[in-house]
């Protein structure tokens, strides 16, 4: 945001961070890009009985030029990479991505030639979310979840100062291979 | 005061709002530009150049048009009449039946000479 | 998947109910060969069998549509012995093998001769059988006969080195974005077709991925301490 970002941090900022989180994440249009099964899921989620709507979220936008957030729902082939990323490119910000089911997060039971393992190798993924396909609940879990994380963002200098430390806490944190031992 | 007064100050309301989400969006926000939000959006893929004047196009849509056309009006005249239908009586009926002779002479000659094959 | 397959001579077995072509005969499987491996997948011998060559009767409406086919392609001129290889009848479905020199005439008159009428192509898909020198690339044609309600298969072959058949989309245009994806998966070219590119996979993607020499292409998936090398490349016990 624009205006927002040059105030100085401290009691102005926080409340603005609050308001806005409030608004950004009570009415988040998602793009449409159900590919798979899991967009049956998708839709099934957004349907009366698990109603996405009184999230404020029935809206799945047709273009991305109007969505907040784009749910990658099924598996991603190697020639639907480069749509998947142009359709993000053509999203404004700020914008949010859900990988609905294994197929999304990590290429789920299709480790092949034909299948990118897993969405994140094309866009930045905020909520990973498993299931062959998730039950509607589940969804609904990953939704509320990137709505906690969209109420809590910090804005202008709060944000860089987050990102800093976030960025120091990554280059600590032991690799995934060196993870070892019993992880209960 | 007059009665629809409200309504209008209901609609200078609405012009506004519209204007004013425009430009104040467009002062206040951040210019994120990059080059697929300035393409055109077509579904994901590189979009076609745009051709001069739209390219060309099949003549049937035009012909398809004046047809429209024709026959619009043609309806425009009958539903009036089919409104007060009983109450014009014979008069009423052989005017219009002398109306539509006119256009289905028209339509028997469009529908000879093969305007409405589509392909 | 390893490659065992080894190369047997090709021939009819007689099993006493049916005429069998031998493929192929895999030796091991998993990846795993010759003893030492206690799975016992290394010992094992799976011979690959396809249905031979069936005689005259076969049985049903196929002796009826062969002879049809038969005197329309003495009718145009082309002796059906030399456009057709081998008729194959098994599990109650008629396969023609058409040599591909022959294959648009036998289509032409196998749509417009009156009593055969197939005027649906619902499917031309490849098979790939690398042990089958000189007849390695297949590409299967099934026909529908609304009006006589029959099905028919006709199979093709093409060696390798020289994967080449004529079109069926003058024929039947249906044909069309099959063929596109029999290239894609085979690498089969189908001279005559108006737009020969990729269509399942991207357009400039190398290799044609259901031959049996194409690997899975998977990458080992990587967990907490340890990777898993991708489904292909797992359980060798050498």
Known sequence: MGLEEQLPSGVLLTSVEKLAGYARKSSMWPATFGLACCAIEMMATGAGRYDLARFGMEVFRGSPRQADLMIVAGRVSNKMAPVLRQVYDQMPGPKWVIAMGVCASSGGMFNNYAIVQGVDHIVPVDIYLPGCPPRPEMLMDAILTLHEQVQDAKLGANRTRQVGELEQAALQAPATIEMRGLLR | MNVYFPILILGLLAFGFAIFSVTVAGFTGPKRYNRARLDAYECGIQPTPMRIGGGRFPVKYYLTAMSFIIFDIELVFLYPWAVVFDKLGIFGLVAMLLFLFNLIVVYGYEWARGGLEWD | ?238
């Not at chain 3, 060969?33 to 011979?47: A, K, N």
């Not at chain 3, 479905?93 to 032409?108: C, I, N, P």
């Not at chain 3, 005027?119 to 000189?134: F, K």
């Not at chain 3, 080195?161 to 089969?188: K, N, Y």
Request: aromatic share 8%; net charge negative.
């Open chain 3, 1 to 238: 998947m390893s490659d065992d397959s080894q190369v047997v001579p090709v021939g009819a077995v007689d099993l006493g109910l049916a005429p069998v072509d031998t493929v192929a005969v895999r030796q091991g499987a998993f990846g795993a060969s010759g003893s030492g491996d206690t799975s016992g997948f290394g010992g094992l011998v799976r011979p690959i069998e396809m249905p031979g060559a069936s005689e005259k009767p076969y049985g049903g409406y196929f002796d009826e549509l062969t002879e049809e086919l038969e005197l329309a392609l003495a009718d145009a001129g082309l002796p059906a012995e030399s456009a057709i290889e081998k008729v194959v009848v098994d599990r109650g479905e008629l396969t023609l093998y058409v040599r591909r020199e022959h294959l648009l005439a036998v289509a032409q008159e196998l749509r417009d001769e009156p009593g055969l009428r197939f005027e649906v192509c619902h499917s031309v898909s490849g098979v790939h059988y690398p042990a089958d020198t000189d007849r390695e690339l297949h590409s299967v044609v099934q026909l529908l006969s609304m009006t006589h309600r029959r099905r028919i298969r006709l199979e093709v072959t093409c060696p390798e080195s020289d994967q080449h058949i004529p079109s069926l989309t003058d024929v039947w245009a249906s044909a069309d974005w099959h063929e596109r994806e029999t290239w894609d998966m085979f690498g089969i070219i189908f001279d005559g077709h108006p737009a020969m590119t990729r269509i399942l996979m991207p357009d400039d993607w190398p290799g044609h991925p259901q031959r049996k020499d194409y690997p899975l292409g998977g990458i080992p998936v990587e967990y907490k301490g340890a990777t898993i090398p991708a489904p292909d490349q797992r359980r060798s016990y050498n």
